[in-house]
């Protein structure tokens, strides 16, 4: 079954630090990755989705993804106390066409 | 505004009762997914359906059933069979054949939250 990894935390940073969120995948053939945002009791929300190798800006958001080391990232610059959620990645599964995610990596932003 | 309801959003079932989870979307998504998140734990993909009259099982499926006769409709059932089905229930949709091969990402209803009694 392929497999999405990520850390589950809790990831503590301090306001205003940049928070770097990590997730490997094992589909090779995989094309396009996706981070949401959860808050507790809440549904998942899209942050942002990459398919090209480098970097990809957002506001304070950042993606970067490595296809040949199959690892997917996102930096969250300046830090806020309402970012402290469950960040969820996500990869496009070739054959399905469905989203297969990761268990999340729960951050607190400590004020 | 377009987007997805789910309801209800919160649901009780009795033991060896069937329960019926209802999905509607008014984005023209292709696509419609549901998954099931337990505490702690990312989501897991139950059934997914690319058009209509037509759904595969993912990960999870026995003891779930859905149909998709209209596409803007995806309702789970969840049977008798599921022994443990309390969880937080998601629908998601995404353009699927009509967006870009690439940006296939999801869009997520607010959650049903089932519990046994």
């Known amino acids: ?111 | 505004d377009g987007g997805i309801t789910q309801s209800p959003k919160y649901l009780f079932r009795k033991e060896g009762q069937n329960v019926t989870l209802s999905c509607e979307q008014n984005l023209n998504h292709d696509a419609m997914y549901w998954y099931r998140q337990d505490p702690g734990q990312g989501l897991r993909l139950i059934y997914y359906s690319q058009i209509v009259n037509d759904f595969q099982k993912g990960d999870i499926a026995e003891g779930y059933s859905v149909s998709r006769e209209k596409k803007e409709s995806f309702p789970l059932t969840v049977t008798s069979a599921q022994k443990n089905p309390t969880a937080f229930y998601l629908c998601a949709s995404s353009p699927g054949r009509m967006g870009k091969k690439e940006n296939t990402e999801a869009f997520f209803g607010q959650g049903t939250r089932l519990t046994v009694v």
């Open chain 1, 1 to 111: 079954q392929k497999e999405v990894e990520q850390n589950s935390g809790p990831l503590s940073v301090p306001e205003g630090a940049i928070a770097s969120l990590n997730c490997t995948y094992s589909d090779r053939g995989s094309q396009s990755f996706f981070w949401y945002r959860q808050y507790s009791g809440k549904s998942p929300e899209l942050i942002m989705f990459i398919y090209s190798n480098g970097d990809k800006e957002d506001g304070r958001f950042t993606a970067q993804l490595n296809k040949a080391s199959q690892y997917v990232s996102l930096l969250i610059r300046d830090s806020q106390p309402s970012d402290s959620a469950t960040y969820l990645c996500a990869v496009r599964d070739t054959g399905r066409r469905a989203l297969t995610f990761g268990s999340g990596t729960r951050l607190q932003v400590q004020p």
